[in-house]
């Protein structure tokens, strides 16, 4: 929580530091704009989204989905350990987390490389454009949130531990919303 004296007006109230829901915020709108865009070029190109779609790997990005949903527990329970002042499990659990994102990493990293191979790069078609630019945005917060994970993990101030799980939570449901308009939604 925020120091008594600064009022964030109903930031106060969340878990963690006020100005990491502002970034957040910030975030779900960009990405926002993303999945409009992609939305309304899909409805454009149906033919061309459908045929591209469908050279997209679904089981990877479900596993991926799997490890974000994982890591995004171990994340909350990291929390929950913090609360109950066991700072070596709060640890674990932000290791656990961390390396649960590692292995996000790894399968989206693999499946460009796979795509590469194939000849889909950023320039291929609007599908390809936006399906990099939304997937690769999302791996960059993931970059950044294991950073954030890190730092948390080692000063796990209650404060810390619970801005850094809210912004990895935040990585979490990206992904849970842009798995399902990007991969499965025909």
Known sequence: ???????????????????????????????????????????LHPAMFLADQLRLDRLAGGVNTMLLLTSGLAAALAV????????????????????????????????????????????SDTFWTLFYLMTGFHAAHVILGLVILGIVAAKPSRENVETGAAFWHMVDLIWVLLYPIVYLIR
């Open 1 to 43: 929580m925020s120091d008594e004296s600064e009022n964030w007006g109903a930031l106060s109230d969340l878990p963690g530091n006020p100005l990491m829901w502002v970034l957040i915020l910030s975030e779900l709108l960009v990405f926002g704009a993303f999945f409009a865009a992609f939305s309304v070029s899909r409805v």
């Open 80 to 123: 929950n350990a913090r609360a109950a002042g066991d700072i070596r499990r709060c640890r674990l659990w932000l290791g656990g987390a961390a390396l649960l994102g590692l292995g996000f990493l790894g399968v989206k990293f693999a499946e460009y490389a796979d795509k590469a191979a194939q000849g889909f790069g950023i320039e």
